[in-house]
């Protein structure tokens, strides 16, 4: 397990999680001690990732900040509702001109490129097309009238990916995150080649916490299904109790909550000719908020998330217990921070991986039965799609519907089937929104890959009996919950 990443980047920021979570078990933090074991991971005789060992250890020095909550750089005003950030350090290998005149130039007779530039941009070089950036517009012209190929077009992965244009870049060339336009979604963290951009950690305050004698809660995205290969479901939720969490209970549990209560909605919402928008994706959610207002007010669900849903059921029953949602995305860090949020701390499954890791605790090698447990629907909800059967499934059980769904599958598709809702030629009762291809097993702080994890699923779940979500909800009840955003239990 302590060997789960090929991208190195993420393994040094692993390997920096698991000598801070080590140190926070056993007691104080010492940020020099941190920063002098991030050192050695660099030493002089290693190999080069960077240009030279100090820039390499500038990075090291960045990502224990951001391990230990802290902004990446001191000088950095800290915005706690900003999750992803930049390391500065780090970011500096990405292919700065969007357009590039490459060696399969063969500065040929028909200078198809120097016909095309409507700017004058292009002029033939002593062996090749050469381009003046102090002219050119990135239209790409001459790459589309190039016969060989020979000019590309490469737009910076962090910016190619975030689906808000929430990405530009300073007069270094470094990355920049518009705060105010970015949802928190982690797409531009999934996609540096360079591990330039990252979360903020909040795994010191919960080991804090645990050690504290604090009853603390943890709850678990229906995702962690299959992260951990050869381990039952059973397996993962007492090896998280085993760190010192009173509890770890399925955030599925929530899900089917949350599918009933969605299903209320959306019969209200086909009454009245407006397709609903689910609540569950929190990037999804931030950019309706952010970038489509008017959608957000008439036509996003009200109901919480399945992490509000269990974690207010928690704090029911056990008014003074702190409630930890353990799960593969970023943007719940920033949905913790809500004013209707009772969850008190957001770790991912990374920093699970580091705590477990830290602690000597494998997994697999746990004992552990199956105890009472949520629908099959309600564990769906960690793929693309099943959000909306699960609604679609409580309707039926209360004899209702068919309603009709699009899935969103990615925050792309999630921004263009919103920009068909504000054009009027929506034709679906409900749109599903997923900011991960795929859904929360591929959210970018997961530790396997969705392919592995969907299967592990299916295969675990096969062996349960199909119970219905009211059936859940008789089991786990909600009665007392309130399951609507922007009310919470004091």
């Given at each position: 397990m302590s060997n789960m990443f090929s991208h190195e980047s993420r393994q040094f920021k692993f390997d920096i999680l698991v000598s801070i979570c080590k140190q926070a078990f056993e007691g104080d933090v010492d940020e020099d001690k941190v920063q002098a074991y991030a050192k050695n991971l660099v030493s002089l005789d290693g190999p080069r990732y960077r240009c030279c060992v100090y820039k390499e250890r500038e990075v090291l020095r960045q990502r224990v900040r951001l391990a230990m909550g802290k902004m990446a750089r001191e000088e950095i005003e800290p915005n706690e509702r900003q999750i992803i950030h930049v390391i500065d350090a780090a970011c500096d290998g990405c292919s700065i001109k969007k357009i590039r005149v490459t060696d399969n130039c063969r500065k040929c007779m028909a200078k198809s490129c120097l016909a095309a530039c409507r700017f004058g941009a292009i002029h033939i070089g002593t062996t090749r097309s050469e381009i003046d950036y102090t002219k050119c517009k990135e239209c790409g012209a001459c790459a589309r009238a190039c016969p060989y190929s020979a000019i590309v077009v490469t737009e910076r992965p962090c910016y190619a990916h975030c689906p808000v244009q929430a990405i530009s870049w300073d007069e270094h060339d470094i990355a920049v995150i518009d705060e105010k336009k970015c949802?928190?979604?982690?797409?531009?963290?999934?996609?540096?080649?360079?591990?330039?951009?990252?979360?903020?950690?909040?795994v010191v305050p919960v080991i804090q916490a645990i050690r504290m004698g604090t009853p603390v809660y943890a709850v678990v995205a229906p995702s962690i299904q299959g992260q951990f290969e050869n381990t039952t479901l059973p397996q993962v939720l007492k090896s998280v109790e085993m760190l010192g969490f009173t509890k770890c209970v399925e955030v599925a549990v929530g899900a089917d909550a949350v599918a009933e209560f969605e299903y209320r909605e959306l019969a209200e919402h086909k009454k009245s000719g407006k397709p609903m928008t689910t609540s569950c994706c929190p990037g999804f959610v931030n950019m309706l908020r952010i970038h489509f207002p008017k959608l957000y007010e008439e036509n996003k669900s009200t109901t919480v998330t399945p992490m509000e849903a269990i974690a207010r059921k928690i704090k029911n029953e056990h008014p003074d217990?702190?409630?930890?949602?353990?799960?593969?995305?970023?943007?719940?860090?920033?949905?913790?921070?809500?004013?209707?949020?009772?969850?008190?701390?957001?770790?991912?499954?990374?920093?699970?991986?580091?705590?477990?890791?830290?602690?000597?605790?494998?997994?697999?090698?746990?004992?552990?039965?199956?105890?009472?447990?949520?629908?099959?629907?309600?564990?769906?909800?960690?793929?693309?799609?099943?959000?909306?059967?699960?609604?679609?499934?409580?309707?039926?059980?209360?004899?209702?519907?068919?309603?009709?769904?699009?899935?969103?599958?990615?925050?792309?598709?999630?921004?263009?089937?919103?920009?068909?809702?504000?054009?009027?030629?929506?034709?679906?009762?409900?749109?599903?929104?997923?900011?991960?291809?795929?859904?929360?097993?591929?959210?970018?702080?997961?530790?396997?890959?969705?392919?592995?994890?969907?299967?592990?699923?299916?295969?675990?779940?096969?062996?349960?009996?199909?119970?219905?979500?009211?059936k859940s909800l008789e089991i786990f009840s909600f009665d007392g919950v309130d399951m609507e955003v922007g009310k919470h239990v004091e």
């Open positions: 949802i928190n979604c982690g797409q531009c963290e999934g996609a540096c080649p360079f591990g330039a951009i990252e979360d903020v950690s909040w217990a702190g409630v930890v949602f353990i799960g593969p995305c970023l943007a719940k860090k920033q949905e913790a921070m809500e004013a209707y949020s009772v969850v008190d701390y957001v770790l991912t499954y990374e920093e699970l991986a580091a705590m477990l890791i830290s602690q000597g605790i494998n997994p697999e090698d746990v004992k552990a039965t199956e105890e009472e447990y949520p629908s099959v629907y309600g564990r769906n909800f960690a793929f693309s799609g099943g959000v909306a059967q699960a609604v679609a499934e409580a309707a039926k059980e209360h004899n209702d519907g068919p309603y009709t769904a699009f899935m969103a599958n990615g925050a792309m598709e999630c921004k263009k089937q919103l920009q068909i809702i504000q054009a009027g030629k929506f034709t679906f009762d409900i749109l599903e929104g997923m900011c991960c291809p795929g859904g929360c097993i591929a959210g970018p702080a997961c530790i396997s890959d969705a392919v592995s994890v969907k299967g592990r699923m299916a295969k675990e779940n096969m062996t349960t009996d199909k119970k219905t979500i009211q």
